[in-house]
């Protein structure tokens, strides 16, 4: 068989699939009570004895023989005689066969010398548990293909049931291959990659409710691979095979699966994830996942977890899905039904959601994701401004409470979300998008974040923000002041190139901010004001989204200079010439300046505790932090 024969519908693929693994079994297994609890019953349980298995009192009081209560009422008091007419019950007590009613203790007149005064008569069997009201030995008290509950224990074991039989739990292999794969705990060198998709596989396996089996990582050898396969084979009910299972020269999962076994399919229409395998071996299912974590998550929530729970005997529960407002253009492939990984945020009344990195390999793509917009195949793509349907990720309640921040990157930026989680009990979050001054001050203007973190540069003015405000935005707004800060050339640790100054950019290789971002404005200021020309500039067009990723390149030595704030130059111990002191302030609509949000927001800034961790980062000026401008 060939590779790639197929980009098959996501759906037809699992329909086709589960078919070819229609023989598929579960072994049953016998096992306490006290263990059962999650655990699905291979048969129905019966009880073996009744619940009570004897008729008990439901209330303190006493018991009584209804027949000589009847004459009992207000206008006629009788008197009962201990021992001869009534007993005194707690509530479980066994009721006497001579008796078949209990009074509450509330109900009585008087109790004295071995007599009992009553008003009202007691029907029979009233506050009486009688024998197998709650079951009845024989009865069956938890049906087949049922899993067990806490509610469900406490009542097999009224039943006098010790032992239940249930399916062995349904263990999921996983086998992480790739000779650059190093342990969590290995020191990593150039060419390592720390392995982590297996925890991400474990904790997603365990949602899924079954028994993830990890095995250790596999160099990228044939026959080691194939071993660690037919050992998964032989100790579970399923196996993943993790990276591999695309066309390069070390890829073996395809090869290994149709010599033990089957391949039925091999390329799925979804992105990420298209290079999926699906095969089987000894009737048992094996699964050839990416490497990249963001494919493999795609293809354990979308194919691994209806497989697993068809195969366990379990429903798939449908994720809950809100309606939001695209808050830019998304383009897809016509091949491929795409899934997206967007933030959300609940402004003015509805819910708005913006796209995040979408590379396969950002894992960090869905620690930021509230959900997942799902493009199918054939459309293009959707428009800014298109109401679409979002899977969530998110707890509800979360995402109201979140305060929605689009704009530019700074470190004070973390720090500020850390500690409103902390002031709020984790009750209230920041959701950041860096995508740069200009594109927080239009996403302000379309009402889709509720502050923009901005640093715009006026080149008329030579000031900072306001210009930029009166020119795009009509509505009511204000500045909250935030800090100023040091701009100024980033360089490699003791400056082996002697730059000094913005002229010094034209013979070095050069890292630039993404267009739109107030870092690449003032920049662009720079090298006009200093004559100098874009295309002079070595690594022009070379873009990173934040501070840290371009100080990060510049000690990675991947460029020798970029424009970037003190701050990040400090964290990563590179040296740093200063050029000009800036404003970043934080964008938000007047109207939402008394909400609760904004309110927590202005308590965390004015904090002596926040103020002192931005001075001890170093090139931060707070001294009118926390103060309102209306503009």
């Known amino acids: 068989m060939g590779r790639y024969l197929s980009n098959i519908l996501l759906q037809d693929a699992l329909n086709k699939y589960l078919e070819d693994l229609n023989n598929s079994t579960l072994e049953e297994e016998l096992i306490d009570v006290d263990e059962s609890l999650g655990r ?89 548990r009688c024998l197998g009201e709650d079951v009845v030995e024989k009865e069956m008290v938890i049906p087949s293909f049922h899993t067990i509950r806490p509610q469900d224990v406490g009542a097999i074991i009224s039943g006098r049931v010790d032992k239940v039989k249930v399916f062995k739990k349904f263990k999921i292999g996983i ?63 399923m196996v993943l095979i993790n990276a591999g299972s695309s066309q390069g020269r070390e890829d073996f999962t395809y090869d290994i699966i149709d010599e033990i076994g089957e391949v039925c399919l091999h390329g799925i229409a979804i992105k990420p994830g298209k290079p999926a395998i699906l095969g089987q071996a000894n009737g048992k299912p094996i699964i050839g996942i990416p490497g ?27 994720p809950i899905k809100i309606n939001a407002t695209l808050s830019k253009r998304v383009m897809s492939s016509l091949k491929y039904e795409e899934f997206i990984r967007v933030k959300l945020g609940y402004i003015n009344g509805k819910y708005i959601a913006t796209p995040v990195k979408r590379g396969a390999g950002t894992i960090t793509s869905l620690v930021n994701a509230d ?22 990720l998110n707890n509800i309640s979360n995402i109201h ?15 500020l979300n850390n500690e409103i989680s902390k002031k709020s009990f984790g009750k209230v979050r920041l959701s950041s998008s860096h995508v740069g001054s200009f594109q927080g001050l239009l996403a302000m203007k379309k009402g889709e974040c509720h502050i923009a973190p901005i640093h715009l540069f006026d080149t008329e003015t030579e000031s900072y923000n306001i210009p930029y405000i009166q020119k795009y935005i009509e509505k009511d707004v204000a500045i909250i002041k935030l ?17 000094k100054s913005i002229e010094d950019v034209v013979n070095v290789r050069y890292i630039n901010r993404q267009k739109g971002s107030g870092t690449r404005i003032l920049f662009d200021y720079l090298l006009n004001k200093n004559n ?59 109207s939402m300046l008394n909400s609760e949000y904004i309110q927590i927001l202005l308590d965390t800034i004015k904090d002596k505790l926040f103020i002192n961790k931005i001075n001890t980062l170093g090139g931060y000026n707070t001294e009118v932090i926390g103060e309102i401008v209306n503009v």
Not at 371 to 392: A, D, H, M, R
Request: with cysteine; aromatic share 8%.
């Open 40 to 128: 699905m019953t291979s048969e129905a349980i019966y009880a073996n004895l009744s619940s009570p298995f004897y008729n008990c009192s439901a209330m303190d009081g006493i018991a009584v023989k209804a027949q000589k209560t009847f004459m009992a009422n207000e206008q006629n008091i009788l008197s009962l005689k201990e021992y001869e007419d009534y007993v005194v019950v707690d509530t479980g007590d066994p009721i006497p066969k001579e008796f078949d009613a209990v009074i509450m203790i509330e109900d009585l007149l008087e109790k004295e010398d071995g007599y009992v005064k009553i008003y009202q008569s007691a029907i029979p069997w009233q506050h009486v």
């Open 483 to 499: 800090v100023k800060r040091t701009q100024g050339l980033i360089v490699k640790k003791g400056n082996p190139l002697n730059i």
């Open 175 to 237: 086998i992480p291959t790739g000779t650059e794969l190093i342990e969590r705990n290995q020191e990593p060198k150039i060419g390592d990659i720390i392995e982590f998709n297996s925890r991400l596989f474990e904790g997603l396996i365990k949602g899924y409710e079954a028994k993830p089996v990890k095995y250790p990582i596999v160099e990228d050898d044939y026959n080691k691979i194939k071993a660690s396969v037919l050992k998964a084979l032989d100790e579970c009910d």
């Open 532 to 590: 100098i020309k874009k295309k002079q500039v070595n690594g022009y067009e070379r873009e990173e989204s934040t501070h840290m990723s371009l100080a990060k390149a510049i000690e990675n030595n991947d460029a020798d200079c970029g424009l970037g704030i003190y701050s990040a130059a400090n964290v990563f111990g590179l040296d740093f010439i200063p050029l000009c002191e800036e404003e970043y302030d934080l964008l938000v609509d007047k």
């Open 292 to 318: 990249y974590p963001v494919s493999a998550w795609v293809v354990m929530e979308n194919i691994v977890k209806p497989v697993a729970r068809k195969l366990m005997h379990k429903n798939i529960e449908e």
């Open 401 to 415: 409470n979140t305060i929605v921040s689009i704009g530019s990157h700074d470190i004070v930026m973390d720090i």
């Open 371 to 392: 959900g997942v917009l799902k493009v199918p195949q054939n459309v293009e793509g959707l428009e800014e401004g298109e109401s679409v349907e979002i899977e969530l």
